[in-house]
Structure formats: C-alpha cells, structure tokens
C-alpha cells in the first residue's frame, strides 16, 4: 500500500494593483506608468493641456501677439467670473447631476447686490454678503425639491432658471441696470492689481504656491511610508515641484510685464485650491465621490445622500453668485442680460473640458481651471482675428463635443481593463 504525499499548494500571491506601483527605473518606469494610463483611458489633463498649448501655438501664428503679456493677463482676469460658476458645476455633476440655473443664480446675486448698495444705500461689502446668502438659499431650494422631493434636477434647476430670470428682472425694476459704484468693492473686482501692480506680490505668490505644493507632497509621502503604502520617491516629489515651479515662475514673470497681480486671478486660484482639499483630503468631499459613484453604496456606506445633495447645490449656486459679481466687474453694471446667453453654457464646456465626467463620480475642480482657460483663450484668439460670434459658438460645440466624446471612450476603456 503506497503512501502518497501531497505537497499544499501556495496561495496565489494577490494581484497588484499597478496604480499603487512604486515607479521604479527612473524616466523608463515614468514611461511604462504613462503608456499604462494611455491604453487604461486614463488620460488626465493631458488633452486639455495639449489643446492649451496648440491654440497658444495657433492664435501666435496667426496673431503674432497673442502670447503678449498684457494679452495673458486679461485672459487671467476674464476667466474669474465663469471661472467660479464652472467650479460650482463641477460639483454638481460629480454626484451625475446638472444645474441649469447658475446663469440666472448669478444674475440675481449681482442684481440683489447692486440694488442695496446703489439704490438702497446699504454697505456694499454687506450687499455682497446678503446677496450671496440669498444665491445658497436658492441652491438649497433646488437640493431640497431634488433630493427631499424626488423632482429630477434637471427639471428643478429649469423651473429655477427661468423663476430666479424673472426674479432678477423684477429687482432691477424698469430701468434694468444699476451701475456699479465707482471704485467701490465690486467695481474693483475686475480693475485692482495687488499692490498696485508691484511686482514683488507674483513672484511671493508663485513661491508660496510652491513650497505649499512641496510640502503637501512630503506630508503626503511620510504618512503613505507610515501607513506602509506605496509613496512617491524623492525624485518624483523633486521633478514635480521642478515643473510646477517653471510654469509658476514663468506665469509670475508674464505678469509682471504688464501689471502685475490681478486680484480676480488670486480669487480664482485661491478657490480652487480650497475645494480642490475639500474634495481630495475630507470626509465630505469623499461623500460627495461616493454619492457621484452609485447612490445605493453610499447609503449602505451610511452616507446622508440627502444632505450631500443639498449641500453641493447650495455650493454651487453660492459660487455662482460670486462668479456674477466679477461678470457684474467686468461689464461695469448689473443689467437683465448678466447671467444670460452662454455664461452658463461656457461654465458646463469648461468643467466637462477640463476632464470631469459627466456620468459622475470623476472629477477635480482643477479641471475647471483648464478648461474655462481652453474656452477663453478661444474666444480671445477669435476676437483678435475679428472672427464672428457664430464662429465661436460653433468652434466651442466643436471642442465640447470633443470633450464628451472622450470621455466616453475613455470610461469605456477603463471598464474594459477592469477599472470602470
């Protein structure tokens, strides 16, 4: 009788995930990581920093002056009021949503705000605040009826686009425009320079942005090393910061050819960066992707779906308001049309553009950054070739259209590799 042996199989060591890969063979490991993304669909910011770089190479071309520094910065400055709309839509359409009413939420918060100021007599700086308040109100409205009530946004936020339409015409009253006060708080939203255009406060601004950036990056590698997951090497964290101190630097030296620091570009950025850490580093911003990525596993997550939904309007619409302000800036006055035509249209382009998905759960506030820069500097190159407002709208859809089509295939191909 024969004794037979059996030899216990090993477990199947787990698959890796190549994500949490440590690069390893400097500039070939960065390669095979990127070729990696490539046939994964994930495509980054990469299309919106090609395209960036192709329509600066183009309207130079075409121009000769469009990389001009005074042209750059008025492209800084106009960007800030659909700037601030498009990182309130990046919210919303995190959780798959759409918000239709942030044109008129605009129109309303700059209208409230001319009013008591300029008719009323009220502090402007209490206006801005009244007028604010009442554009999250609004965006608290549209959560409740969407999330309490079960009204599709879609539906809420049209019902919302023409009501809040109707409201901000009744609150100019016949006239229609209120002019801003002459260099009063709103008025110097679009026309103030910090430090009256000393240099000093762009190059502070790129070197704080750096070192902010540098350590954020250290942190975040030590608490990875701490926690015995997968950090980024020393190298990388240097080459990161290496690039991102060449574009700063750079930016801070174009402006200071003309006139300096503009205030509507430190708003911006300085909003973006801030929900860019809400969205990356909170618990809420984790709830928000959770609700974005599939309802029923948020609720059995124990997630507050209701009060996530609610509370990303309210954000968005609040963002709105104040990106009505600086539209308010730009064109000197509050009238029946701000908010109107393609504002919101160029908010939802720019946010989609820049990267954020539209079926949700797939985002950073970055990419409205990006993409509102894509949708101007079209537009100002069209301007300065004299081009038709049909041939903007036209080239715009264009690159929309683009954009959704991208990420579609995109999200199909990271489902097909098993990362949908």
């Excluded at 000197?332 to 079926?359: C, H, W, Y």
Aim: charged residues 10%; proline residues 2%.
């Amino acid at each position: 009788m024969s004794t037979s042996q059996t030899t216990p199989t090993q477990p199947a060591a787990p698959a890796t995930d190549p994500r949490l890969l440590v690069r390893q063979g400097g500039l070939a490991g960065y390669l095979e990581e990127f070729q990696r993304k490539i046939k994964s669909g994930d495509l980054g910011s990469l299309p919106v920093v090609i395209g960036l770089i192709l329509i600066a190479a183009i309207f130079q071309s075409v121009t000769g002056h469009f990389l001009q520094a005074d042209n750059l910065t008025n492209i800084t400055k106009w960007i800030a009021g659909p700037g601030l709309i498009a990182v309130g839509v990046v919210f919303v359409l995190l959780l798959g949503e759409i918000d239709l009413s942030l044109g008129s939420v605009a129109g309303v918060c700059a209208a409230v705000t001319s009013v008591l100021a300029v008719r009323e007599g009220l502090n402007e700086g209490l206006a801005v605040l009244l007028a604010i308040g009442v554009a999250v109100a609004m965006g608290a409205l549209h959560g409740f009826f969407f999330a309490k009530i079960g009204v599709p946004a879609f539906v809420v936020t049209l019902a919302g686009m023409l009501a809040w339409s109707g409201l901000q015409d009744y609150v100019l009253g016949k006239l229609g425009t209120v002019n801003n006060i002459n260099d009063g708080l709103v008025a110097n939203l679009d026309t103030y320079f910090i430090g009256d255009g000393d240099i000093l406060y762009a190059w502070l601004l790129a070197l704080v942005a750096i070192a902010v950036f540098l350590a954020g990056q250290l942190l975040d590698a030590r608490r990875r090393t701490e926690a015995g997951l997968p950090a980024r090497s020393t190298s990388e964290i240097a080459l990161r910061t290496g690039a991102l101190a060449v574009l700063a630097l750079a930016g801070a030296y174009t402006l200071n050819q003309d006139r300096g620091l503009p205030l509507p570009l430190v708003i911006l950025l300085g909003v973006v960066v801030l929900t860019d850490f809400v969205l990356r580093r909170t618990s809420y911003g984790r709830q928000i992707f959770a609700v974005g990525g599939g309802i029923e596993a948020a609720r059995r997550a124990g997630i507050n779906v209701a009060r996530v939904r609610i509370s990303v309007f309210m954000i968005s619409a609040g963002l709105a308001g104040l990106g009505g302000l600086f539209i308010a800036s730009q064109q000197g006055s509050a009238d029946k049309t701000l908010g109107g035509g393609n504002v919101l249209m160029s908010a939802i382009a720019a946010a989609v553009i820049g990267g954020t998905s539209l079926f949700g759960g797939r985002g950073k506030t970055w990419s409205a950054l990006l993409g509102i820069l894509v949708i101007q500097s079209i537009t100002t190159g069209l301007d300065m070739v004299h081009a038709a407002q049909a041939i903007q709208y036209m080239i715009t859809g264009a690159v929309l259209l683009a954009a959704v089509v991208l990420d579609s295939v995109s999200r199909r191909t990271q489902k097909s590799s098993g990362r949908g």
